[in-house]
């Protein structure tokens, strides 16, 4: 006897890793659309999954301390971005914190994207994708491709001694030639600001 659609979508929650993330498109060869997102719903009032967005369940790892947890913001946008095979960015408030160039931790958190623009309720939390090209996410540094992004929402003429040393702190650490590289890519304004303070030392 065939299973149902029921059945077949809670085997393969079950038997997923503890953190896994589902999309409804995760079950496309299961059903149509509207059972699958029924079965989810269910598996979500049993308790066995839990919705952190507008069609996205999570299957919760169980600590013996604190209970259910969920993934945070940031590794959901990047779980996303992966099951959506685009490439995604830190930018704004988001990518200023991650660089310690901002202390203000934002309540959304924006990332550039090869996709589409979208924006993803998280609770009091949001995920918001823009889209952009190519150029901006070819940077090849791991400390370059974030701190030049952070700096495009900054007045480089006004900032403070404390982040001026904080830049050079972080250049220093990435390869000569994955700065040479994600100058190239970068707004002029970064890229002339970058080569004037490098200069300067």
Known sequence: ???S???????KIRRAKPGSVFLPSDFKEE????????SLSRLVESGILER?????????KVDKVFGKVLPSIEELA???SRKEHVKIKPSGQYALNKVGLSTQVPMKLVFLTSGHSKRIQIGKSAIVFKSTTAKKLSMKGDITSLLFLALEELDLEKL??????RIIQLLKKESPENLKHDLRLTQTKVSDFIVKILNAR
């Open 1 to 3: 006897m065939k299973e």
């Open 5 to 11: 659609v029921n059945q077949v979508i809670e085997l």
């Open 31 to 38: 059903g149509s659309s509207t059972a699958i997102r029924k």
């Open 52 to 60: 952190m967005g507008q069609g996205i369940y999570v299957l919760p």
């Open 78 to 80: 990047q779980v996303l």
């Open 160 to 165: 403070s001694v404390g982040q001026r040393d």
